[in-house]
């Protein structure tokens, strides 16, 4: 076998890779890769497959807590991409492989539970991991926001400069409010409809603990223990809200006179 150099799609950048076929170019790149089409049509509107397509993507989305861990969207997601003319590496192919296939667990099986039904979590990172390493890029599953697995491996995609591509055509991000401008929407708005401004919510609730456990409290200080409550809930699991509720009682905390 040969090693030859080629331009990997989407990264725009020379990438070693050993020519099981030939060992120029050209050649490596007519027989090794897919044909690819003018125009993906998942992708946004102006851009096509030459210009942000890699050769090969990996799946990454959300297992559990779906329905069959959520291999009817791998597979369709798998069944597209090719029809794309892309190379994919699924999961869910890895994990069949591996001897685990969910259609056999039936339809009411406990989605959360990974231990009940023999699957072993770090032989699939293990496998997942490796297989991310020879792709040149990851295909985003809608919903990969709320999994901690699959934000891992785009992390770990960024980090090895791969290409990155959404289900939902865009960069969530792009459009996305960050915690705090959500922080201040809530408690400007909702919140500050249903329960009042946070001053006067805050004395309320201060008074009450006084009352209840004989000590003084300020109002500033419902604000700080409501954080503290956050903190000890994002320890046990990583959530988004948690970050956006800390914003929030820190605001309302700000406007609580002492």
Not at 20 to 33: F, M, P, V
Not at 68 to 80: C, G, Q
Not at 143 to 155: D, F, I, M, N, Y
Not at 199 to 219: I, N, Y
Request: include cysteine; aromatic fraction near 10%; proline fraction near 6%.
């Amino acid at each position: 076998m040969v090693e030859c150099k080629q331009i990997v799609l989407g990264r725009g950048e020379p990438h070693p890779q050993t020519c099981r076929k030939c060992g120029i170019d050209e050649k490596c790149l007519q027989s090794d890769a897919p044909s690819a089409p003018a125009e993906v049509n998942f992708l946004p509107e102006g851009h096509s497959y030459h210009e942000v397509g890699p050769v090969t993507v990996y799946i990454a989305g959300p297992m559990r807590g779906k329905p069959f861990f959520n291999f009817p969207a791998f597979d369709e997601a798998k069944a597209k991409l090719e029809s794309e003319g892309f190379r994919v590496v699924s999961p869910a192919d890895l994990d069949r492989q591996a001897g685990f296939d969910p259609e056999l667990l039936g339809s009411y099986y406990d989605w959360h539970d990974l231990n009940k039904c023999g699957f072993s979590l770090m032989d699939a990172i293990e496998r997942d991991v490796e297989a991310l390493k020879k792709c040149s890029g990851i295909f985003m599953l809608s919903g990969w926001e709320a999994s901690k697995g699959a934000k891992a491996e785009k992390a770990l995609a960024e980090w090895m400069g791969l290409s990155v591509l959404y289900q939902d055509d865009a960069d969530p991000r792009e459009d996305e409010e960050d915690v705090l401008e959500e922080a201040l929407r809530i408690t400007k708005g909702d919140r500050n409809a249903s329960y009042g401004p946070p001053d006067q919510d805050f004395k309320r609730t201060a008074l009450m603990w006084s009352a209840m456990k004989g000590v003084h409290f300020e109002p500033r200080e419902v604000a700080m223990f409501m954080i503290a409550l956050k903190l000890s809930r994002e320890t046990h699991q990583c959530k988004r809200d948690n970050w956006t509720d800390i914003a929030g009682y820190a605001r309302c905390g700000s406007l609580c006179k002492t």
